[in-house]
């Protein structure tokens, strides 16, 4: 086993052993909603994942994030991106009885296009390096490597759903906003901001036919400017990255969520819907490899161990 593999074993043990799901749903869950936030899972994962919720939690659509509860545990299921495989899921989600949201880049479905930084020359320049550079700067690099983002690339797939497959989820799924071309949004200027925005909006009503009115925020990267934009442009609610629950007096522009990993274990899932883990990934790297061997020497020995001299 590989040392992060290691690592993370270790950790969800001690997640699950230490009574922490039980508590966070006791004391932090209680009857408040947890956005799970996923982009590409497979069919099976999510499966074993939903059967997990239903045990402990009622589903609700976005719709219902901020509304009082009745003293059960609620979950929303998000996606974001449109990936061409979450049509595959759609049997999971009539199997589970829950309607998820699926936050699409507008200009990106129902087109023979490819998200950004999934193209050979966004992941040789670095994808965490493009996302920080200005719009502007950030297209001109991808254009020099043979990207455009508005016309198909031969060297990428189609990452997309299609028209069709959209068509055929739409009883089941909400459609809603995540942008047209997935730009960081704190990196346009504010004609660029206001037109992903209002543009979006306006491409996801007439590929649905149904009032477009959730937003997710790309990379969960906002402020203030995008908080008034996303209001002045129609939005209701704005969810980003942040980890926690959502209740009526959560501020709808600014919702929290889970942002689970689509390979996730189950044991792996439980752990991070206490939101231990999604904190622990905000510690600096040592602190965490200190942790880590501190836990498996005293899971080894009984006891915690110091280093001599």
């Not at 992060?4 to 043990?13: A, D, G, N, S, V």
């Not at 909603?33 to 099976?44: K, R």
């Not at 309607?99 to 507008?106: D, G, L, M, Q, V």
């Not at 906003?177 to 504010?190: M, Q, V, Y």
Request: charged share 25%.
């Amino acid at each position: 086993m590989k040392p992060k593999q290691l690592m993370r074993t270790i950790f969800t043990h001690a997640i699950l052993v230490s009574g922490l799901p039980a508590l966070t749903r006791l004391l932090l869950w209680r009857d408040r909603v947890a956005v799970l936030l996923y982009h590409d899972p497979d069919p099976a994962t999510l499966d074993s994942h939903l059967a997990y919720l239903k045990r402990n939690c009622d589903f609700v659509p976005m719709s219902e994030v901020n509304k009082p509860g009745k003293g059960r545990r609620r979950a929303a299921l998000t996606f974001d991106d449109g990936h061409v495989g979450n049509a595959a899921l759609l049997p999971i989600f009539i199997k589970h009885g829950v309607r998820p949201t699926i936050y699409i880049c507008s200009s990106i479905v129902a087109h023979e296009r490819t998200h950004w930084w999934l193209t050979p020359g966004a992941q040789h320049a670095g994808v965490k390096r493009l996302i920080k550079l200005p719009n502007s700067q950030r297209l001109e690099e991808l254009a020099r490597r043979g990207f455009q983002q508005d016309v198909r690339s031969d060297e990428a797939p189609v990452s997309g759903l299609s028209r069709e497959q959209i068509e055929a989820m739409l009883p089941y799924v909400d459609f809603q906003s995540h942008t047209r071309f997935h730009p960081t949004l704190t990196r346009l200027d504010d004609q660029e901001c206001i037109d992903e925005l209002a543009q979006s909006k306006r491409e996801v009503e007439q590929l649905t036919g149904s009032p477009c009115e959730h937003f997710a925020y790309p990379y969960g990267r906002y402020g203030s400017r995008e908080v008034a934009m996303l209001k002045a442009t129609g939005y209701k609610t704005g969810r980003t990255t942040a980890v926690g629950w959502n209740d009526e007096r959560s501020d709808p522009f600014r919702l929290s969520a889970f942002d689970i990993e689509d390979d996730s274990s189950l044991p792996w899932f439980a752990a991070q819907m206490t939101g231990v883990p999604l904190a622990w990934r905000l510690l600096p790297l040592g602190t965490v490899k200190s942790i880590l061997i501190r836990t498996l020497n005293f899971a080894r020995l009984g006891k915690p161990q110091t280093n001599a001299g």
